[in-house]
C-alpha cells in the first residue's frame, strides 16, 4: 500500500488498510509512507512492513534507487496516495498489478468525477474497482493503548492550527480564547494541542482564558488519540488533529471556510458519520457564538 501523507488522509485510510488487509490476510503486506507517520503505521495491525519514503527529487539518482529498491517485488499495489507523484511509481516499480490513476495501470479507478467524491467514498470504489468486496469496520483500539496526559476533566480540546500555506482555514485566535473562556466558565477545562510553531495561538487564547491549558509542541502523533478520546468535545479548523479526534469517536465541532470543502474532507467518525460542521466563507467572519451554538447540544446542554 501506498500512503504518504497527510494526517488526516492516513486516519481516513483507516477503513481501506482494514479492508486491504482482510483480502490479504495470508500475504505479506507492506506500507510505503512518509517519515512522520512510520512509527504509528508500526503500531498498526493492517502492516507487516513499513517503509519510509524520502520522496527523493528527480535528479537524486541514489535516492531514486532506493525508492527502486524499496518499490520492487511486489505482486499487486494498492495506491491510495494517487497523486501524481505516487503514479509515476507505476513506472519506477517495473509496472507491478496496481490499482490507483496510474497511466496504463492495471486496475484503475476509472471515475472521471472521482476527485468530486469524498475519501471515504473514493477510496472504497477505488477498492471495489481493484476487486474487493469486504469492507470490514476498522478496529481503531490499538490507538488508544498509549493513554493521553493526565488532564482535570472535563476537557474541551481545541485546534487553532491549520497548514501555513492555507492561512484562510483558521478561525482567529482570538475567537478560540473568547471560546475557551466560555468554557472555563461553564466548568470545562480549555486544552489547546498543536505544533510548537502555533505557540503563538495558544498563548494568545491563554492571554484572553489564562484557565485555558497549552500543549502545543508537547505532544507527539502517538498521543492524540489517547488525549481525544477522553475529551468531552474538540473544536478545531480542517486540519489533521480533527480526524484523529473524529476516527476514535470523540464529538467534534469543525470550521470550515471557503478554502476548503466538507463534502471532500470532513473528519469522518469509525460508522463513517460526520462531524458537527460549522461554515463561513471567511473565518474571520464567522461569530463566537456560531460556535458556541454548534458545540452545546454535543455537551448536553442544548
Given amino acids: 500500500m501506498i500512503r504518504l501523507g497527510a494526517l488526516g488522509d492516513f486516519f481516513l485510510s483507516a477503513a481501506p488498510f482494514t479492508a486491504i488487509r482482510a483480502q ?114 476498522p478496529d481503531l483500539s490499538w490507538l488508544l493503548r498509549r493513554p493521553g496526559p493526565e488532564l482535570p476533566t472535563p476537557y474541551v480540546l481545541l485546534v487553532p492550527g491549520a497548514a501555513p500555506t492555507r492561512p484562510r482555514k483558521r478561525w482567529p485566535a482570538e475567537h478560540y480564547g473568547a471560546l475557551a473562556a466560555l468554557l472555563a466558565g461553564g466548568g470545562l477545562t480549555p486544552v489547546v494541542i498543536g505544533t510548537a510553531a502555533e505557540a503563538a495561538l495558544a498563548a494568545t487564547i491563554r492571554a484572553i482564558c489564562p484557565a485555558a491549558i497549552d500543549l502545543t509542541g508537547q505532544t507527539t502523533l502517538a498521543d492524540l488519540p489517547g488525549l481525544a478520546a477522553g475529551a468531552a468535545l474538540a473544536v478545531g479548523n480542517d486540519t ?45 467572519d464567522l461569530p463566537v457564538q456560531d460556535v458556541v451554538a454548534a458545540a452545546a447540544p454535543l455537551l448536553g446542554d442544548g
Fill in 24 to 137: 490479504h490476510a495470508a500475504d505479506e503486506v507492506t506500507l510505503l509512507t512518509t517519515a512522520p507517520f512510520a512509527a504509528l503505521a508500526r503500531r498498526a495491525q493492517w502492516f507487516d512492513r513499513v517503509e519510509v519514503d524520502a520522496r527523493p527529487a528527480v535528479w537524486n539518482l541514489p535516492g531514486l534507487a532506493h525508492l527502486r529498491r524499496q518499490l520492487a517485488g511486489f505482486h499487486f499495489v494498492y495506491d491510495l496516495q494517487t497523486s501524481g507523484r505516487s503514479s509515476w511509481y507505476h513506472v519506477l516499480a517495473g509496472r507491478p498489478d496496481w490499482s490507483g490513476i496510474a497511466p496504463g495501470c492495471s486496475h484503475p479507478h476509472a471515475n472521471p468525477r472521482r476527485d468530486a467524491m469524498h475519501t471515504l467514498e473514493r477510496q472504497r470504489e477505488q477498492l471495489e474497482m481493484a476487486g474487493l468486496r469486504d469492507f470490514p469496520p
Fill in 240 to 284: 489533521g488533529p480533527m480526524h484523529v479526534a473524529a476516527s476514535v469517536g470523540c464529538r467534534c465541532v469543525v470550521l470550515f471556510s471557503a478554502d476548503s470543502d466538507p463534502a471532500l474532507t470532513v473528519p469522518r467518525r469509525p460508522d463513517g458519520g460526520w462531524p458537527v460542521v460549522v461554515r463561513a466563507e471567511d473565518l474571520a
